[in-house]
C-alpha cells in the first residue's frame, strides 16, 4: 500500500509540473480563438467566453499552487512525505477542474454556429491541438485529460451530427475515432508511468534498504568492534583492546610507562558479599580509574581483579611516584556498603623508551609481584634488581626441563626435633638447584617458574618421587615412626591433583601415609574452597597437614579447623633473635597457647642460636628447626647425619 502512495504522489507531482506549461498555451490559444471570434462579429460571445475560460484558468493554477499536506512538516515536499488522503483529494479536484476546463471549451461550438461557419476549420484545427496537447500534458493520470478531452469532442461530434451531411457524418465519426483513441492514448500513457514510477520507487525502497543494511552492518561491526576490544563490566578496554590501541599509537614518541594494579582484599569482598557486589566494586574501580587519570591515558581491565594503565611516554620517578600514589590513595577511599580498609591496590611499574608492550608487561608483572610481597598499597618500579632476578627466572624457565631430566635438581632433607629440641621427629624436604649460571635457585622462585610454564606437575613428581625414597630408606632403617614433610604451594595444589598422585605413589610403593606431611603456606590456606578437598582426601588417608609460615599471612582459627591442620609452623621472622625481643616472645606465646588450645602441635623454624633455643624452651616449645640444630642436607648426608646423631632418633 505504501507503494501506491507513492505512485498517486509522483503522478500528483508530475500533473502540477505539465499544468505550468499547459494552461499557459491554453490561455493563449483562448486568446486567438477571441480575436477570431471578434473577426467574425462574435465579439461578445467570445468575451463571455474568454471570460470563463480564464476564470478555470486561474483557478487550476492557483490549485497547482496549493499546499499538499505533509506526513512530517519538518521535512521537504517529496513524495514519500506527502500524506496519501491529501494527493487523493488534489488529484480529484486537478480531475473535477480538468472536466470543468473541458466543458468550457465545448462551448467553442457557439463561435462557429455549431461547426457549420466558415470559421470552424480554425476552431477544429485549435481544439484537435488541445486535446492532443491534454492528452501530452496528463500523460501521468489519465483521468484528467479524459474528463477535459471528452466534453469537447463528444461537443464537436454532436454539433456535426446535428448539421447533418455525409461528409459531416463523416468527420463527426472521424472524431469520435479520435476521441478513442486518445482515450486510449492516455490510458497507456498512464500504465507506462505507473510502471516507470514503481519502478524508480523500488529502485529508491532497494537503495534505502541496502543503505540502511549497510548503516547497520556498519553498526553492528562497530559495535562487535567495540565488544571485542572492551570489557563488558567496566567499558575499560579488555586485554586484546589494550595491545590493539597501544600498537596503534604514533610510532614517535617518549616511550611507554606501564602499571599494572592487582586489588587487594577483592576475593574476600566476593566470598563474604558475593560476586554482585564484587561487579559493583570492578566497575567502581573502573570509574575511578578514568576520573583520576589524563584523557589520553590508556586504561584497561586486564583480567580477573588486575587492571593496566598505559602512559603514551616513560614517566620520570617523581612523576611515577605521584600518579602510583595517586591511584593507590583514590582506591582506598570506602566502597559503599564496604568498611575502610577492605579494597587496596598494589602497583607494579615499568617506564621503558622503548615501545615493547610485550616486554614491559613481563616486567611490570615482576614489579607487580614484588610490590605485592611488600603488603598492601604498595607500588613498585621496575629496577636493576628486578631485571636480574628476571633474568634469572627467564634462565630457570629454560633450562628447567633439562635440570629435571639429567637430574640436576636435588631435594635435600633438614631435621625437625622434638621433645624442645632433644629428639628427631621429622625431616622436611627442602627442593636445590644449582644452576650454572645463577647459583643456587631459590625455591620460591623454583617452584613460581614451574607453575608458569607448565612444569609445576613434572616438578612435584620429581620431589614426590625423592622424599617417597626417602620414607623407604628411613623404613629400612626402622624408622618408619619419623616423617617426612613435603613443601606445597599455591599455585601447585590448584594446578595438580596432588592427592591422586600422592595417594597413588603410597600405595604403589606400600607406604604407611602417617610418615608423610604436606606443608602449605597461609598464601594456601586463605582460599580454603580451592583446596579444601583435596587435603581432605590425603587427611582421610592418613597423610599429615602442616600450615607453614604461621602469622604473616592470611590464617584463621576457622580455617585451621576445616583444614584440618596437624601443626602449625611459627615464621622464622618471629623466632629468629627472640631471645632479645619482647614482641617476638608475646607472639609466639599467643601460637604456643593457641595450639594447645586447638590440639595442634606448634614447630618454631629459624631457631640458630643457643640463646634463642633457651627461651623457646622457657616458653614451652617442644618442636623446633633451624640451623642450630642442622643445615639442609642431600638425602645421603641426611642418612649419614641420623646414624652419627643416633642418640636423637631413640
Known sequence: ????????ADQLMA????MFISIPVSIILGLISLLVAIHYGLGLAGLLWFFTSSLVNAARMVLCRAPIRLINPDDGVEPKNLDPASVRHHLFLQSAMAAISGVVWSFIAVLCEGY????????LTVLCGITAGAITAGFAYALMPILYIVPVLSSVAGCLVYAGGFERYCLAATIVLY????????????????QSSRLKNEATAMAESLKTAKDQATQAAAEMGHRAAHDALTGLFNRGGLMHAVASLPAPGTGLTLMLLDLDGFKLINDAFGHKAGDKVLVEVGRRLRQNLPGDVLVARWGGDEFAVVFDCALGGEAISTAATTLIAVMSIPFATFDAGRIGVSIGVCASEERDIDELLVRADAAL?????QGRNQFYVFDADLCSHLEMRRDIERDLVKALSNNSVEVWFQPILGDAGRKLTDLEALVRWNHPRHGWIPSTDLMAVSSLCGLAEPLFRYILKDVCAMMQTLQAMNLSHLRVAMNMSPREMAQIAVDDLIIANLRRLQLPAPMLEIEITEETAKDIRSVQSKLTALTHEGVRIALDDFGVGYSSMSSLRQLHVDRIKIDRSFVYGIAGSADDRNVVQSIL???MSLGIEVVAEGVETKADLQTLRELGCVSMQG????????QHETVDWIKRCRSLVQ
Open 179 to 194: 476521441l478513442v483513441a486518445l482515450i486510449r492514448g492516455a490510458r497507456e500513457s498512464e500504465i507506462l508511468f505507473r
Open 627 to 634: 640451623y642450630y640444630f642442622a643445615r639442609p642436607m642431600p
Open 369 to 373: 609481584y614484588r610490590a605485592k610481597s
Open 1 to 8: 500500500m505504501a507503494l501506491q502512495h507513492l505512485i498517486l
Open 593 to 595: 597457647s593457641l595450639g
Open 116 to 123: 457549420t461557419a466558415p470559421q470552424t476549420v480554425f476552431y
Open 15 to 18: 500533473v502540477r509540473r505539465s
